[in-house]
């Protein structure tokens, strides 16, 4: 638990608060999840046959575009955080070539995420479903697309000081394992 705090302390100490004229800060948090390659929107039958669409990530984007142009209005800082499991094996996330380790193909779960504005993202265990190297290739994406934020990844027990794939991101603090 220390080191995640750490990661966050850190995360706030580089941060810059919008409402710096007084000593108080409303801070409006906006926390997901588990959004497992949901960049498509799907329909599904219900039991009484009404079908009900569930929107992708551009529903999802439109939201948080929303609530973020909201708490700013109301000049709270925001704090927008993907706590981990951007992308999960499947269809979609086969269109990024996760398996293949010299693959140069776009993660498009990166992408997609590259354009909303979160501050910082988790690793949770579904990014390394396919290893460390499609670790690297999805932390890199946010570098090699139109990225509409400056990412931080984030992730509060382990060590990639020795892997080969990580290690640089690591020390270059693009990982924060503190």
């Known amino acids: 638990m220390f080191e995640l705090q750490h990661s966050a302390s850190v995360l706030f100490q580089q941060w810059h608060f919008q409402n710096t004229t007084s000593d108080e800060v409303t801070l409006t948090?906006?926390?997901?999840?588990?959004?497992e390659s949901a960049l498509q929107s799907e329909t599904y039958e219900l039991?009484?046959?009404t079908e009900i669409t569930i929107g992708g990530i551009a529903a999802f984007?439109?939201?948080m575009d929303r609530e973020i142009s909201s708490a700013r209005a109301l000049q709270n800082s925001v704090l927008a955080v993907y706590a981990g499991d951007s992308y999960l094996a499947g269809p979609t996330?086969?269109?990024s070539d996760p398996s293949t380790t010299d693959s140069t193909q776009t993660v498009y779960d990166a992408?997609?995420?590259?354009?909303?504005?979160?501050d910082v993202?988790?690793?949770?265990?579904?990014e390394f479903d396919f290893g460390t190297n499609f670790v690297k290739r999805f932390i890199n994406e946010f570098d090699d697309s139109s990225s509409n934020s400056d990412h931080k990844f984030i992730s509060g027990n382990m060590?990639?000081?020795?892997?080969?794939?990580?290690?640089?991101?690591a020390a270059a603090g693009t990982i924060d394992t503190h």
């Open 111 to 118: 992408v997609a995420q590259g354009l909303m504005e979160y």
């Open 61 to 63: 984007a439109s939201v």
């Open 159 to 169: 060590d990639f000081s020795a892997n080969a794939d990580l290690s640089a991101l």
């Open 121 to 126: 993202h988790v690793l949770g265990n579904h």
């Open 47 to 49: 039991a009484d046959g």
């Open 29 to 35: 948090l906006l926390h997901n999840n588990d959004g």
């Open 93 to 95: 996330l086969n269109c």
